[in-house]
């Protein structure tokens, strides 16, 4: 498949993605990866859709795959968290987001899920920290950190 073809299909799973359409989308990723198997952005996309269709292992082994390849991509390490998460192993989802944090430190998604967990696990002045932060590079994440905060403060 030419580098043009690779880049249409990407796109073209990458909107399947987004509409929710994973199957579909996973087909395209496992198109791309079958004639370019470090592709990083089928690998780790295919792993996002894998985790978000409940096959979260899945989802860590492929995002692993990408992170291996290029290991200085945050939004791979948050999306590795979020997988970690579901498999309920809570120490590697927090170091994942750490890491994604410490790559790009207005990672905002990566700061609000670390609170999230953090508020779940009971951590709460780390997991208020986390809301304000997260509020403050992005206001209108305000109303969903209210629901945690509003837990942790009671």
């Known amino acids: 498949m030419p580098a043009a073809d690779l880049q249409a299909t990407l796109q073209q799973a990458l909107a399947l993605h987004q509409q929710g359409r994973l199957a579909d989308a996973e087909r395209l990723y496992a198109e791309i990866l079958a004639r370019q198997p470090d592709h990083f952005d089928a690998l780790h996309l295919a792993g ?24 200085i991509r945050a939004e791979a390490h948050a999306n590795l968290g979020n997988a970690l998460k579901a498999l309920g192993n809570f120490d590697g ?14 990672h905002v998604e990566a700061i609000y899920s670390r609170a999230a967990l953090l508020a779940g696990l009971g951590r709460r002045g780390e997991a208020i920290a986390g809301f304000e932060r997260a509020v403050a590079l992005r206001p209108e994440l305000g109303n969903r950190s209210g629901e945690h905060t509003s837990e942790l403060q009671s």
């Open 48 to 71: 996002v859709a894998a985790a978000q269709s409940g096959r979260a292992a899945r989802g860590v082994e492929l995002i692993e795959r990408a992170i291996a390849r290029d290991p």
């Open 93 to 106: 989802a927090l170091a994942s987001y750490d890491r994604a944090i410490a790559l790009k430190p207005d």
